[in-house]
């Protein structure tokens, strides 16, 4: 059997546990040589060059500008996708983002919501990314993509995040020398999140859910484009060697095993700027309950929150237990800079598995403990102080919570008083919404959740070697 050689991009820190921290890129060697094309830090890839020795090459990402004229119909078309789905579906929020405080992206930012709105159409969506394509295909970097991609002569580039800008030249440079290309959607949150700057002849999606989104949102990209995989994010749940004895692991956080544990998983700051407030509600309602049935909060910020946001409430309230993830940080507050460790794939399995509940305004979290049939509570009220840029209806208004309102998974915390009843009737009953949570766990990811690494290299491994399929892609 031929190998074939595959390139993977991986333009920022997020990659990192889907890709490396699961077998992804060992069922990959198995029928091939792979490069990873990625824009990360050597201390962060380091424990994966150890892992996989010379058998994996790696290669830096170039450099890339950022064009005004690109940048502003990259923008436009983002818009333009939002605007559109308004007008099939006026109760879809547009919510309002704070302005940029400098005044070119300011203006940047106002012209391309203009030009958005103008072109908020299926076919104008459409030739508004093509110009993008074209504008991101002459800039001055993307020679060094393409002198790289015919070096590498890889069968097949794959790019492990679709909202990444430093992937656009190189998966247009691969498309345009003829080489086959495929993205996967990192969240199920994505794409009615506005119009993705990667394009690619392939989609790999979470589930059948997810394609059909992509088909209707994307109607220039045809159902034979996308491949169902799953998502990886979820396989180390399935991993026994992971988990550790529930009394080990909360005495060595300080909490007690007999005890009930609620986890309080926090958002990022601008997805959900009022989460301190939403922890010390929990943590007063907590102190509410008679100390004998009185639950444990295990606290988990958003990796990517920096802030010392929670410093109070956390001073206030010595009582809640703080697991912080154990990311490596480049930067304050950027995404790409941020990056998973293997340490905190098993730190967050242990956190899931030895918590009895969730409760935050509408994490992904709510998935990872259906993972295990745990219960989780959604917060959905607005604290006493309004925010004009921010409500928690406009959140929960947002097209991917659909799903979450038809079938019902998770309880939910309507007001401050809420909390307390809440969260001592899930414990109480965490069996209650099992079916709806399972069945919504499988809408949004393919089963069985642990082969999605197998699919996903599979995949790939097929858009490699389908002549006939890359032949008729390049036409």
Known sequence: MKTSRYLIIIPNGVGIRNFFCTQFIDLLLQTGTVCVWHALPAIDIAPFRERWGDRVVWRELPAIGDPLLERLVRQA??????????????????????????????????????????????????????????LASRASHVPAFERFLREEKPDAVFCGHQKALRAVPAMLAARRLGIPTATFIYSWDNLPKGRMPVSADRYFVW????????????????????????????????DASLIEPREKFLRGLGLEPGRPVVCFSGDDELTSPHDPVYLEDLAEAMQLVPAAERPQILFRRSPVDRSGRYAAVLAKHPEITVSDPLWRSHSDGEWSQIVPT???????????????????????MAMDFAAFDKPAIFIAYD????????????????????????????????????????????????????????????????????HASQRLSDALRSLATDRAWRAKGAA
């Open 207 to 238: 589930s059948a859910f997810m394609r059909d989104e992509l088909v209707r949102l994307y109607p220039d990209v045809s159902p034979d484009r996308v491949r169902i995989v799953g998502t990886p994010q979820f396989e180390s749940y399935h």
């Open 383 to 450: 604290p006493p102080a309004r925010d004009a840029h921010w409500s928690i209806e406009n959140i929960y208004r947002l097209p991917h919570f659909k799903t979450t309102h038809e079938l019902q998974p998770v309880h939910w915390a309507r007001s401050r008083a809420e909390i307390g009843p809440v969260v001592m009737h899930a414990l109480k009953h965490p069996e209650e919404k099992s079916v709806e949570r399972l069945r919504w766990l499988h809408l949004h990811v393919a089963q069985p959740m642990d």
């Open 342 to 364: 293997r340490d905190d794939v098993a730190l967050l399995v242990n956190v899931v598995c030895h918590s009895d509940l969730v409760i935050n305004v509408g994490s992904t």
């Open 77 to 134: 078309k983002i818009h333009a996708q939002l605007f559109w789905q308004l007008r099939l579906d006026p109760q879809t929020p547009i919510q309002p983002r704070r302005p940029p405080a400098r005044l070119l992206p300011r203006l940047v930012e106002l012209a391309s919501r203009a030009l958005g709105r103008l072109a908020s159409g299926p076919r104008r969506i459409v030739l508004l990314d093509r110009l993008h394509q074209a």
